[in-house]
């Protein structure tokens, strides 16, 4: 990865960012979730960092912080730049499962929520699911380099 960026972003849980040019776009990962999109020609791309699957109510604004949402938010910078979505490359990342659940309690298993309405969007996107970092029990540093599209993750211990 370039030791130089023109630009750094951190996003926080229920952000998302797309850019162009000499940027990184780095988040931290624990139960909650990040895609990835990059476009290899236009070397442009994105991130959304969202917390929980799904929203429990309707509500009248879309928030980064629901899974659709931010997919939404992130989906629409992207198709602004004017390219099909089939042009993109899709990574899936975090997921982990840093809070025990006693009892294996699913119904309040967030990072698995998490994974798979990230894995059904892009499934329901045909997305080019490139790399999948997901599961686990440990926190992720992930980091996007939009021009190259190279995509880092160092796991927490």
């Not at 659940?101 to 059904?120: C, F, K, M, Y």
């Not at 790399?131 to 160092?154: F, K, S």
Request: proline letters at 3%; one cysteine or more.
């Amino acid at each position: 990865m370039q030791n130089h960026a023109d630009k750094e972003i951190f996003l926080h849980p229920g952000e998302w960012a797309f850019e162009a040019g000499h940027v990184r776009i780095s988040t931290l990962l624990g139960s909650c979730v990040a895609i990835v999109l990059w476009h290899p020609q236009l070397q442009l791309g994105g991130m959304c960092h969202y917390l929980l699957a799904r929203r429990n109510g309707p509500s009248d604004t879309l928030s980064g912080r629901y899974g659709e949402e931010a997919m939404l938010l992130l989906l629409r910078a992207v198709l602004g730049c004017g390219r099909p979505l089939h042009e993109f490359q899709c990574h899936l990342l975090g997921g982990a499962s840093v809070l025990s659940h006693p009892d294996g309690d699913h119904q309040h298993d967030v990072a698995g929520h998490n994974i798979e309405q990230a894995r059904q969007m892009a499934r329901q996107l045909d997305l080019q699911v490139q790399t999948e970092n997901l599961g686990g029990a440990c926190a992720r540093m992930v980091v996007l380099d939009v021009q190259t599209g190279e995509v880092r993750v160092r796991l927490s211990q």
